[in-house]
């Protein structure tokens, strides 16, 4: 079984910036878009960002396109989802996920494979 698991969530200030990363051990993430998806309390999931692995391809979010970017270092098997300027709004838990399909389909898919447990970020105004 394939588990994600995602890190660098924390509680910061209204403008604040956190790097979030999300590796997969023992399963190699190179070949395969990577999906960042939050879910706040009482709200619907919401695809984040998606980048590709075949094309190179990457989406955003109206809501963070500008101040989130997200990124890959094969090398180190990890995706990377920089979080600048953040926003009470933001406040979520996220996750990675992956439809083990090379290419996003857009910044969000109808289905996943492979998910991580999530890592909560919190912004305080």
């Known amino acids: 079984q394939v588990q994600l698991e995602e890190s660098g969530g924390g509680l910061v200030q209204s403008g604040g910036s956190l790097r979030l990363s999300c590796t997969a051990p023992g399963f190699t993430l190179d070949y395969y878009s990577i999906t960042w998806i939050r879910q706040a309390p009482g709200k619907q999931r919401e695809g984040v960002s998606c980048?590709?692995?075949?094309?190179?391809?990457?989406y955003y979010a109206d809501s963070v396109r500008g101040r989130f970017t997200v990124s890959r270092d094969n090398a180190k098997n990890t995706i990377f989802l920089q979080m600048n300027n953040l926003k009470p709004e933001d406040t979520a838990v996220y996750y990675c996920?992956?439809?083990?399909?090379?290419?996003?389909?857009?910044?969000?898919?109808?289905?996943?494979?492979?998910w991580g447990q999530g890592t909560q970020v919190s912004v305080s105004s």
């Open positions: 980048i590709s692995s075949f094309n190179g391809a990457i």
């Open positions: 996920a992956t439809d083990t399909l090379s290419n996003c389909r857009g910044v969000d898919s109808p289905r996943y494979d492979f």
